[in-house]
């Protein structure tokens, strides 16, 4: 009878300790759910926008756009030059907009700054904008002298309810630009290197009087 209860009673102890493991290991499921909701959003990216998407090889060969200005939209813009530019006539400069949250639209106005005109694709709008997707477009400009010259880029996310945007620029090297030239330094008849020392003051005693 007593071994008999023993047993029993040595089931029973099995049993709740089973349980009890069971129901820690649910509560640290929602533990773990919980923190995972309640993690912040990526440092420096809006409420709500997802992280950039992954680099696609076909975007390898694209520069990252320089962001300007402190409005952010959460979209990213890669671009490419398709041919050296020459003066005065047209280049293509193509765009791909990699947004990081879904938008009813995404519209797009590019410029050049005084010497560089935008001849066609100044002006671009997508509707059903999606997060993660990739969405392409193609300008062209024309410069009229040679130089360093910047396209401007503004891009604006528009949901129901809000608007954002964000600025880029792209830098444009157009024709043969040289680079300044280095001041020759003063020689002397050997043909050594003239130092210039800095000047020092001397002091001439007065002549006692006589």
Known sequence: MNK???IGANSRVV???????????????????TAATNAPAEAGAPAGAAPAPAESPE????ANAVVT???????DLKYDVLAKPAVGQPFEIELVFLPRMPADSLEVEVTGIPGLTVVSGGAVRFEGVAAGERYAAKVLARADAS???????????????QSE??????PIAIGVVEAA???????????????SMPAEETTVPASPAD
Do not use: H, W
């Open 15 to 33: 049993a709740i300790v089973a349980l009890a493991g069971l129901l820690a290991a649910c509560g640290r499921g929602e533990q773990d759910e």
């Open 147 to 161: 130089g360093i010259y910047y396209v401007n880029v503004v891009a604006r996310l528009t949901t129901q309810i």
């Open 181 to 195: 030239e280095k001041p020759v330094p003063q020689q002397d008849a050997a043909g050594e290197v003239i130092e």
């Open 4 to 6: 008999t209860m023993r």
């Open 165 to 170: 945007a964000r600025t880029f620029s792209i």
């Open 69 to 75: 200005g402190k409005t952010s939209a959460p979209v």
């Open 59 to 62: 975007d390898k060969r694209m």
